[in-house]
């Protein structure tokens, strides 16, 4: 089974600080995705990358950036953690040349 | 800007209804159309998808239903269950785009026993 790992299920941090969200993907997966889940909004796409080192911004990037060192691995940074950053970020995987998308179970974030 | 636009927000059912969720869409180069399943706590998972060669696609209880000249698709669920309670999100995506999902809001269905 394809497995995408948060490292955390829960974060709370304070207003202003930097704040890194790791997924971890085991199945060799060229793209990957990060989302955040808001009610009524549904999943929105915050930054996507299609290989190693590169990243295209999604439909809300702004104050965010990512980084993907490794293929398995791809980062959200939070630069200046704001209280209307809090919410639930999912990161997602794909093969390349499928559609199907697999999701991380989730890390819900709350910025006091 | 929106692509993807799903209702209703929220769904009660009796067990045993047949509930309807529908999405409708701008974009006429997305030729993938999945619909997810999240369970609380849990990240979505994918339920069906349809390419828009075909009207409907069925598997189990799950029925797409698929209007290419509407541009809009449905998922329907046959003798719902308890246990079918969770939010559900329709997607769509262009092939040449990475394949990137633009979600729908999402419908929080809750099936009575």
């Known amino acids: 089974d394809v497995k995408v790992t948060q490292s955390s299920r829960y974060l709370v941090k304070r207003t202003g600080e930097k704040v890194f969200l790791e997924c971890v993907q085991d199945?060799?997966?060229?793209?990957m995705f990060w989302y955040r889940q808001d009610p009524g909004l549904g999943l929105r796409l915050i930054y996507f990358s299609y290989d190693v080192k590169m990243k295209e911004k999604g439909d809300i990037p702004e104050g965010y950036s990512v980084s993907r060192e490794k293929k398995e691995r791809f980062s959200l940074i939070l630069e200046s953690a704001s209280t209307n950053q809090t919410s639930m970020y999912l990161c997602a995987s794909r093969p390349q040349g499928a559609p199907v998308v697999f999701f991380g179970q989730g890390t819900r974030l709350t910025v006091v | 800007q929106q692509q993807v636009k799903q209702s209703p927000q929220s769904l009660i059912v009796q067990k045993g209804g047949i509930p309807i969720i529908n999405c409708a869409y701008e974009n006429t180069a997305f030729d993938y159309f999945p619909w997810y399943q999240q369970f609380p706590g849990k990240g979505p998972a994918l339920l069906i998808a349809i390419r828009p060669d075909v009207s409907e696609k069925k598997e189990g209880r799950f029925t797409i239903s698929f209007n290419k000249s509407a541009k809009q698709f449905s998922l329907h669920i046959m003798d719902s269950q308890p246990g079918d309670s969770a939010t559900y999100f329709c997607?769509?995506?262009?092939?040449?785009?990475?394949?990137?999902?633009?979600f729908g809001q999402g419908t929080e269905l809750s099936v009575k026993p």
């Open positions: 199945m060799d997966h060229e793209n």
């Open positions: 997607a769509a995506s262009e092939g040449n785009q990475g394949g990137k999902l633009i």
